[in-house]
């Protein structure tokens, strides 16, 4: 290879460098722009007293500790909040797994019941939410209505202390047909022959779904805890529209304070740099649970990476 | 994670786009030349028309009025997008809170001077006392003035009242007679409560229980709403509280929690015999009329008459160009406007005294005496109580409320704790100065 050549692809080189850097350009800018320094802005406020009206006033790290230790707000919060989780997290995973096993089968209009599964989750959230909320009314909701005419005990739901939380997750699971169109895709890849050769061997269904299914669904088993979790912690539209965080702070989730408090009520001042805190609390919080999900995840989850 | 990354800043950029944005502000005082008065208020399509109506005749060859259109539902929204941006219109609707706040921040234009030496009537003894007290600052400033007096009293159905052979409320009534109705007409006719209160059990309820403490000569919950030095549970509020305790426990009043939002279409179809309420849903009574025979009546009393009252009104940004010309039109509201609009939708009585006048014969016309009676009654008290604490920091005695005094009314933690509540939220106007 002549030197010339050797040069000339070394410029063509040098252009493709630049080529590739004005492509990804936009999305480094955008990255920027929506994500780092809004980070490092946030953080910034978190440190400070701030109502988005006058200049923030640094007060190192005195919202967190009045968010630790004054605010009788912030630890009922975090337990609704981990109440959520708990209670919708493995409810979702089992009932879309359940869901997508039974739209796995072969039987004639599995495509419709797919559909009328799936379809919650294109319908708009705020709508849906509302309407269960008309359901739920403990005076004059249908759900109530039909209980009362079978004869079974009725509920306050969304105005019981103990019964608020279980209903707002119950709504929640109205949208389960997302989990469910996953964990479907996932059981159509798994290889039909091992579940053949399940078969032959004699093995009964519970083993055929605990020795073949979940093994060979537990990647995507671990990506829907690690999705289902995070979107749990950052539950907003339900407790909002249901109850607003009542009765008392049962369904006051952590997503639902910091919106209190940084777009309050008309008449009250904003507390942005305190909901700022908030929200890294948040974020810590999310980080830390994501992290340990993973941790562990090589305990339960499937891996066919064993070498050659 | 990817995702959680970005949620995370997403909202926290959300929060700072709030922030970001930037206007230009301007000195205050008055400019030569016509100059333009903005407005925006928080009022249905229907009464905006009748308020842009109603400006349409003010004459002045150098000011323009116009209305701005704004949904009324995200008021609140559009007031806070518009405060951050420095955008405020000349003159907005507000609630003595937003008045007192933004005034400590320095936002609002002081009209102390202007009111106080008004022209002819337009003057601040032509205003209800209390109101115009309510809308001084600690320092004796007025960031706004009052425009609309908010009464309180009890809804009542008349039928179901006469069908559970139970007296209908009227002025003197006693707390006493009131829990004993309500005991009687819970769980009959579809109603599963005798009393719907969720001013006694929301978080303005401590300050609604201050009526009980007043009116049996006993201390009100708070000093004073906008500038508290302290809170207080006398023997007289204790006392009222066990009694509602009680009412809850035993079912006859709504508890802690429960969901008020449609309580007024409860009221209307008969599934809500008794509700605490302001004088502003006759209004909506006029236009929905319910299929039940109703009436309003003053709060209960212990001894003497006792009420709760705010009022609403109109506020001006600090940096509007044209001070002498907005106060023109803010006159010409509180003067006229009200005069025109009133009529239709009879919803409150206006704080300047000679328009009150078109109001209550709106509602006499409306054949709603006990409107007109009780609302005058309320007017007239001598002992009132505020609604709610004003102060910046008013949003943590909420929650103080939500965590110590509500599981009180719901019977989860005994009345004995009352005085730790009250602790905590003198240490909290103790902190806040």
Redesign the interface.
Known sequence: MSRASRGGMSRNAGSDIKAAYLFIAPAIIGFTVFVVYPLVRSFYLALTKYNGLTDPIFVGLGNFRRLFTVDPAFWPSLRATGYLVVLYVPLSLILGLALAMFCNQRFAGVRVVRTLAYLPVVLPAIATITLWKFILDPQVGLLNAVLDRLGLPTSLWLQSPSMSMPAVVLVMLWGVGGTMIIFLAALQAVPNELYEAARVDGAGSWSVFFRITMPMISPIMLLQVILQTTAALQTFNQPKILTNGAPGFSTNVLMLSIYKNGFPNLGQIPQLGYASAQVWVLFVLIIAVIALTAKFSSLWTYSDNTPD | ?K???????????G??T??ACSGSDSGGGSSDGPVTVTVMTWESAQTNAAINKALADFKDDNITVQLLDTPAGN???K??SL??AKKLPDLFW?????EQ??TS?G?LVDWTDKIKDGDGDFKADKFVPSAMENWKTADGQMGGLPSLMNTYGVWYNADAFTAAGVPVPKAGWTWDEMYAAAAKLAGKN?A?YGLVADQLTSLDGPFTMSMYSVSAGGAPFTDNVNHPTKAEADAKFTEGVQKLVDAIKSGSVS?????AA?VQS?FSAG?VPMMFGGQWLAAGFQTDKPKVKYGFAPFPQVDIPATLYDSVGICTPQYTKNQDATFKVLEYINTKVWDAVLPASPVAPPAYTPAQTSYFDALTKAQQPTVVDTVKADLAAEKTVGVRF?T?W???VG??T???Y??IL?G?KPVSELPAYID?INGLIKSAG
């Open positions: 994670m995702r959680t990354f970005l949620v995370t800043t997403l909202a926290c950029a929060l700072l709030a922030t008021f609140g929204d007031l806070a405060t951050q507000c609630g003595n809170d937003t706040q933004y921040q936002l579809g599963k508890p802690p929690g429960y969901d449609n409860l599934k004003t910046q008013a949003q943590q929650d103080l939500t965590a110590n509500q599981p719901s989860k905590k």
